[in-house]
């Protein structure tokens, strides 16, 4: 049981190049999140998914896009990539507890991105 | 924005002694949550305490939350080297059936040996 894996662990990329990072969980979770981490930020919330087929917009969701097609797997792009989006990124991901009210949130290892 | 206030930003005690973390919010939450961080890690689930409770305890962790002042404290009692770690607070908010939380920017604790 690995629980939250995130691929790749490092990358470095240049102004305008692509790239996409993956996260997969195998908890059977129904939510998935990507949140960036910048020095004395905090973390904030880019997009998030809550089942199979769907996203929506997070807190700071431009220059991202994202992609649910499995249930495990939850795909952050960056189109276009810019120095900005220089970052540490994490995924997530939850169930829903029977009640409805509560999440705690399983967290990646984080990919380190930085944008030249 | 920035939901979640931590305070202090930093803090150093002596193995042993008691920490104390405070987070204060801004709009009406449906839960909170504390995660600590290690240095170049993800984050780990410690607690959560749901906006009807206003006390709840794990281990050495004592967690407190008052929605009329919106604010919540951690208290971390008999500290260890170990716990020298990142804290975050984060608060539910929106609807039930999305998860979503919004994070503090953390207290940074030390302790030391």
């Known amino acids: 049981n690995a629980g939250v894996t995130q691929t790749p662990k490092f990358r470095v990329l240049k102004t305008g190049q692509s790239m996409t990072l993956l996260c997969a969980q195998d908890?059977?979770?129904?939510?998935m999140y990507w949140y960036r981490q910048d020095p004395g930020m905090g973390l904030r919330l880019i997009h998030y998914?809550?089942?199979?087929?769907?996203?929506a917009k997070g807190e700071v969701p431009d220059g991202y896009n994202v992609s649910r097609l499995k249930k495990q797997n939850f795909l952050l792009g960056l189109e276009s990539a810019a120095p900005s989006q220089t970052s540490v990124y994490f995924c997530a991901s939850s169930r829903r507890t029977g009640d409805g009210w509560s999440y705690e949130q399983y967290f990646g290892p984080g990919t380190r991105l930085t944008v030249t | 924005s920035q939901q979640g206030e931590e305070d202090p930003q930093a803090l150093s005690i002596q193995e042993g002694e008691n920490a104390t973390m405070n987070c204060s919010y801004k709009?009406?939450?449906?839960?909170l949550q504390w995660y600590r961080q290690n240095s170049g890690r993800g984050l780990v689930h410690l607690i959560l305490i749901r906006s009807n409770e206003r006390e709840k305890h794990s281990g050495r962790l004592r967690v407190t939350l008052d929605t009329s002042k919106k604010s919540s404290s951690l208290l971390i009692t008999a500290s260890r080297a170990a716990d020298t770690a990142s804290y975050f607070c984060?608060?539910?908010?929106?609807?039930?059936?999305?998860?979503?939380?919004?994070f503090g920017q953390g207290t940074t604790l030390q302790v030391k040996p």
């Open positions: 984060a608060t539910g908010v929106g609807s039930s059936n999305t998860g979503k939380l919004i």
């Open positions: 709009t009406s939450i449906n839960n």
């Open positions: 998914s809550v089942g199979e087929g769907t996203t």
């Open positions: 908890m059977n979770h129904e939510y």
